[in-house]
């Protein structure tokens, strides 16, 4: 789980003043001087105020965190965490449509800009659905659709929009290693390829692909 990972790189670190790997994701994270952290698959309740982020970055210079927890005990589980600082977050809101609530896979955490427009930044978790299973399938396209109508929603209000998360679909070949092998399974199924057809067609931009191209 994402916060045991964090944790173990604030208990193993090497670098005095931030106490994880410089060589970590976090530590590069912290090294860069990131501001917002986006985070899935915390597997936890209530997030312990001031752990493990807390123990980061020091009680000087602390991260805010907003988390969406599982209703079902160590299950999902996403949060955002900012610079208290330098990017405080001013408003955060867990529901979709209201199906969705307390599932812990959706977190929207809203900050300030200087444009005055303020930045939304959204961390999700999209189970992996089961091919085999017409229940969990439609309980995910059911998902994604509501993430989409979110997305336009936001769009429209005319803010700054970051969404990261883990999907648990490729959308093209080049995202998935073994893309023949995966054809009718749950990931990589045309249905739910589909859903960033849409969202491209919609207006909105891959950061990765247009910062790296295909890689």
């Known amino acids: 789980p994402a916060v045991r990972g964090l944790r173990r790189a604030v208990r193993g670190g090497t670098s005095a003043q931030a106490g994880i790997p410089r060589s970590s994701p976090t530590g590069r994270a912290v090294g860069r001087g990131w501001r917002v952290l986006m985070i899935q698959y915390t597997k936890m309740g209530e997030w312990p105020a001031g752990q493990p982020l807390g123990e980061i970055s020091g009680a000087a210079n602390g991260w805010h965190v907003v988390h969406d927890e ?31 609530d307390a599932t812990g896979r959706w977190i929207e955490a809203d900050l300030d800009t200087s444009d005055g427009h303020g930045l939304t930044v959204v961390s999700t978790y999209v189970h992996t659905g089961d091919a085999d299973d017409a229940t969990r399938m439609a309980e995910k396209l059911a998902f994604l659709d509501a993430i989409r109508v979110r997305m336009a929603e936001l769009r429209g209000a005319g803010r700054h929009v970051v969404v990261t998360g883990d999907f648990n679909v490729g959308h093209r070949e080049l995202d998935i290693k073994n893309w023949k092998g995966n054809r009718g399974k749950a990931g990589f199924l045309p249905e739910e390829r589909s859903f960033f057809d849409a969202l491209l067609a919609d207006g909105w931009v891959d950061v990765q692909r247009t910062l790296a191209g295909d890689v």
């Open 70 to 100: 599982c209703r079902a005990k160590g299950r999902a589980g996403v949060a955002v965490a900012s610079k208290a600082k330098r990017a405080p977050i001013v408003n955060s809101r867990s529901s979709l449509d209201g199906a969705f």
